[in-house]
């Protein structure tokens, strides 16, 4: 008896199915809030870049329940493509950014009221990204609530 060659051996473990359906790709991601005093978690559907999220709240008499926040204005699918979540570094923040990783485009997901918001998709301009910020340009507080400062 002659063994299989691997381009046969990968061709009868495809036919078996034991390498296709969920074991190729997950359908959801999942980040913390960077938030250091909040234990919310966001999830992202990878391909149509819907965001949700849930956290753990007290209540009496019970171990607690899981409050989930489902898609709002702008958390909704997107056009196909490759989505994740991105938590930042910055310790009192409760959103994170949606990213899809084929366009390159960035929206910033939170809560706000009882739903997960986002922002439009953007996609930073050559031109903004490696100039200094000037008049036409205006750069961006690192303070909570970042709001553009004017000259």
């Known amino acids: 008896m002659r063994p299989l060659g691997s381009a046969a051996l990968i061709l009868a473990v495809l036919a078996l199915g034991g390498l296709s359906g969920p074991a190729l790709a997950a359908s959801y991601d999942f980040v913390p809030a960077p938030q250091t005093d909040l234990n919310r978690i966001y999830r992202?559907?990878?391909?149509?870049?819907?965001?949700?999220?849930?956290?753990?709240?007290?209540?009496?008499?019970?171990?607690?329940?899981?409050?989930?926040?489902?898609?709002?204005?702008?958390?909704?699918?997107?056009?196909p493509g490759e989505y994740g979540l991105v938590a930042s570094r910055h310790e009192r923040e409760g959103g994170v950014f949606r990213v899809n990783y084929r366009t390159g485009q960035m929206s910033i997901c939170y809560v706000f009221d009882e739903r997960v918001v986002c922002t439009p998709q953007m996609t930073p301009s050559p031109a903004a990204s490696t100039a200094a910020p000037t008049a036409a340009t205006p750069s961006v507080s690192s303070g909570m609530g970042a709001s553009p400062q004017r000259p």
């Open 44 to 79: 992202i559907d990878r391909i149509t870049g819907e965001v949700s999220s849930c956290q753990y709240g007290l209540q009496e008499g019970t171990v607690g329940v899981t409050l989930c926040y489902s898609a709002g204005e702008g958390a909704g699918a997107q056009p």
